[in-house]
């Protein structure tokens, strides 16, 4: 059972550049979150979504879109990339049984540096 | 403005005895509150959870406790064991979104 699969796990950029995090679970999970760690700080939302094709901006969403390709994949996209993006990417997707604390699956994470 | 803070960065305890990690948050709103652990180079797991109409929950050797009175959260591990080391984040959130906002970590070292 393979649960959050993220890809890649290490990547470097140019600043300006662009690319873009893959990210699908197989738990038939209906929610997916995307958020960042930096050092000495918690994990912030960059964007959830609720359901395939619905997307909602979390605390920190400047410089990234994402999409909700199907119910098992939620993408990241970095369009231009800056050196502030420097940091580490979790993927994560939750089984909505109707109320909050069901707990989220996180995936291994993707170490971004932006030279 | 920081709504959940973990205010120590790191513990150190000896096997066997009691870990207790602590965290506050400023929203009284939040109606939900996890506690998640992160080894290195890994995602965070999920450990335990409390909603805000208990006081405590207990999962075998972890237990969390709720005061909502003065709007902290706390992690007991007890016995600690040095496969506990790693970085705990307490996360809380409100409504069923499942969007969370987590505190800054806090590295727990167990020693043998």
């Known amino acids: 059972n393979a649960g959050v699969t993220q890809t890649p796990k290490f990547q470097v950029l140019k600043t300006g550049q662009s690319m873009t995090l893959q990210c699908a679970q197989d738990?038939?999970?209906?929610?997916m979150y995307w958020y960042r760690q930096d050092p000495g700080m918690g994990l912030r939302l960059i964007y959830y979504?609720?359901?395939?094709?619905?997307?909602d901006k979390g605390e920190v969403p400047n410089g990234y879109n994402v999409s909700r390709l199907n119910k098992r994949e939620f993408s990241l996209r970095l369009e231009s990339a800056a050196p502030s993006q420097t940091s580490v990417y979790f993927c994560?997707?939750?089984?909505?049984?109707?109320?909050?604390?069901?707990?989220?699956?996180f995936g291994q994470g993707t170490r971004l540096t932006v030279v | 403005d920081q709504q959940v803070k973990q205010n120590s960065p790191s513990l150190s305890v000896q096997e066997g005895r009691i870990s207790i990690l602590n965290c506050d948050y400023t929203n009284s709103m939040f109606d939900y509150f996890l506690w998640y652990k992160k080894y290195p180079a890994e995602g965070p797991t999920f450990l335990i959870s409390i909603s805000s109409i208990k006081d405590k929950n207990e999962d075998g050797r972890f237990t969390v406790f709720l005061n909502k009175s003065a709007k902290h959260l706390s992690l007991h591990i007890v016995p600690s064991q040095p496969g506990d080391s790693a970085v705990y984040f307490c996360a809380v959130g409100s409504g069923n979104t499942g969007k969370l906002i987590f505190g800054q970590g806090t590295t727990l070292q167990v020693k043998p």
């Open positions: 979504s609720a359901s395939e094709g619905t997307t």
């Open positions: 738990m038939n999970h209906n929610s």
């Open positions: 994560a997707s939750r089984e909505d049984r109707g109320w909050g604390n069901t707990e989220a699956f």
